[in-house]
């Protein structure tokens, strides 16, 4: 950290700052420059609070120069296994993700899992437990929903994403999928963030709608502190003032990512949009400017869907994408 004291300050004042950071245990040392004098704060303080230094007499203001979320800063491609191997991220060749936003039958999942295996998806998605803005809407199937992913992942041979919004949800979805989703409501659940961290089960997190990068790299941070480094970030549209798409697709915060971090960065233009007209032209988009891959909502009756059928596309619309 870099303490900036303010103007003119004196070698005195340094000192005395100084002398305040060593009854903290920290070791320092003074940077006059021709403007403000600096003071250089030689470890870590990530853990401390920034109040602590702001506050000290003399002080103007602190710059952290450590990042905070600096594993998620780093990050890695990811490699899923199933039937077969899978690679995410570092120039691969995009993965598509796709499969109904809500399983919702035996049928219903196994049909359209041959169907986006057959399109050229390697993952099938598929929500057990959903979180619907109305508590009146369809909820999901929950574990009977579990165990239909699980058998449409036998049958096709595609490893499987799926929602988790609680502890308890993720202790019955484990055995039965391969990637757990953390949907955009709840990218700021700390304490589901650190319960699937310390699982190994790789993670696909999803971008709050009010988020900003810097909060989505730290939500991913707290999965990896606690131990689970298999990190998938996906963006998925963000709340603004245009109401002609559901969402506002953050194209910028995909590039920006890319340049910040090695995870894997892939993108939804099902829920950015809510249109099944502007899912293909977005899918582009987001392959034109650098995500590692796309999650696509897909249904092959979309006037019957349970949930989210304005933007599923279907199986046929799926195949033209990829
Ligand atoms: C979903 O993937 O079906 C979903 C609910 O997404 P989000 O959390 O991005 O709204
Ligand atoms: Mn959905």
């Known amino acids: 950290m870099i303490i900036v004291l303010k103007q003119d300050s004196s ?5 005395q700052v100084l002398e305040s950071l060593g009854r903290l245990g920290l070791s320092a040392t003074a940077l006059p420059t021709s403007q403000n004098m600096l003071i250089a704060v030689l470890d870590d ?21 450590q990042p905070q979320s600096t594993l998620a800063l780093k990050g890695a491609p990811l490699t899923l296994s199933f039937k ?6 570092n120039g691969q060749r995009p993965v598509v993700i796709a499969g109904p936003c809500s399983v919702e039958g035996q ?40 165990k239909y992913l699980s058998e449409a992942r036998q049958a096709t041979g595609l490893p499987v994403v799926s929602e988790v919004m609680s502890a308890e949800q993720i ?22 963030l650190k319960e699937v961290g310390r699982s190994s089960r790789p993670v696909l997190l999803k971008r709050a709608m009010s988020a900003t990068v810097a909060e989505l790299l730290n939500a991913a941070e707290y999965i990896m502190l606690a131990g689970n480094l298999h ?10 003032f245009e109401t002609c798409t559901r969402n506002t697709l953050d194209l910028g915060a995909v590039a920006a990512l890319k340049s910040m971090t090695e995870l894997p960065v892939i993108v939804d233009p099902s829920h950015a949009t809510g ?36 933007q599923a596309v279907t199986s046929c619309q799926l195949k033209d994408i990829i």
């Not at 219903?108 to 437990?129: D, T």
């Not at 990190?231 to 603004?240: K, P, S």
């Open 45 to 65: 303080v990530r853990q401390l609070p920034s109040h602590l230094f702001s506050q000290l007499p003399f002080v103007e203001r602190t710059i952290r120069v």
């Open 11 to 15: 070698e005195e004042q340094a000192a």
């Open 231 to 240: 990190v998938i970030l996906c963006e998925r549209g963000i709340r603004t």
């Open 171 to 192: 202790e019955q979805a484990e055995p039965f999928i391969d990637m757990f989703q953390i949907g955009a409501r709840n990218m700021y659940n700390y304490e589901l």
């Open 275 to 310: 249109r099944r007209d502007l899912v293909a032209p977005m899918a582009r988009a987001a392959i034109a400017c650098g995500a590692d891959g796309l999650l696509i909502e897909v249904h092959d009756q979309p006037l019957q869907a349970l949930s989210d059928g304005e």
């Open 84 to 89: 077969n191997k899978i690679q995410i991220g």
């Open 107 to 146: 049928a219903q999942i196994l049909h359209l899992a041959y169907k986006v295996k057959e399109s050229g998806a390697s993952m099938l998605r598929g929500g057990a437990y959903k979180p619907r803005t109305s508590p009146y809407d369809f909820q999901g199937l929950g574990k009977e929903g579990l």
